[in-house]
């Protein structure tokens, strides 16, 4: 979703899964002045069930991807979920990614943040879970701003602190309400902050 929304202000190669498989390093070929990695293993309540596909994609396809452009300029899009602590495997594993790209990157910006499809697609929305995230055709201009800028380091990237019902009320007004604790599969934060 974040690189098909990255075309639209930026000319890059994105090659698909069937020519360039991050869990497999002899796939990933070329050399690339800058790197901009946002595959990712992201069904939350699936993690907790198949932890060793997460783990391979976002913890060993990055280190596949780092390894494979040592001197690039390395974008890692991680997420706001990894604070204060990763609560569940997910964020865990998005964590374990940024460690990787700190450790063999010396050229790197990581991008903490949250982005969702506009218009909201769910049927309900957290009342008690805070981001500072917002719509992917409103996140992607910030993530290439950064990018362009040659920004370096770790940064938070958002719109402010609210509700996930908040935002999703501003393209599904009638949204139904629901809590964090009701979701029983996997455990989730109430604020990311």
């Known amino acids: 979703m974040l690189g098909t929304e990255m075309k639209k202000y930026l000319d890059f190669y994105a090659p698909p899964k069937s020519v360039m498989d991050i869990t497999k390093p002899k796939t990933i070929k070329g050399k690339y002045y800058m790197v901009i990695h946002c595959a990712a293993y992201t069904n939350v309540p699936q993690a907790e069930i198949d932890k060793e596909e997460c783990f391979r994609i ?54 903490r943040t949250l982005f969702k499809k506009n218009p909201f697609k769910y049927e309900y929305a957290f009342f008690d879970q805070i981001t500072n995230g917002d719509y992917v055709d409103v996140i992607t201009p910030m993530i290439v701003k950064e990018i362009l800028k040659g920004t370096r380091g770790t940064i938070n990237l958002g719109t402010g602190r609210k509700t996930m019902l908040e935002l999703a009320r501003r393209t599904k007004p009638d949204i139904k309400a629901n809590s964090v604790d009701d979701i029983k599969n996997v455990k989730l934060a109430h604020d990311y902050m």
Request: glycine fraction near 4%.
């Open 58 to 111: 976002n913890v060993t396809g990055t280190f596949n991807m780092v390894n494979s452009f040592p001197k690039a300029y390395f974008v890692y899009i991680s997420t706001e979920h990894v604070y204060p602590k990763p609560v569940n495997f997910y964020c865990a594993t998005k964590l374990w990614g940024e460690e990787i790209v700190k450790a063999y990157s010396k050229n790197y910006l990581i991008i």
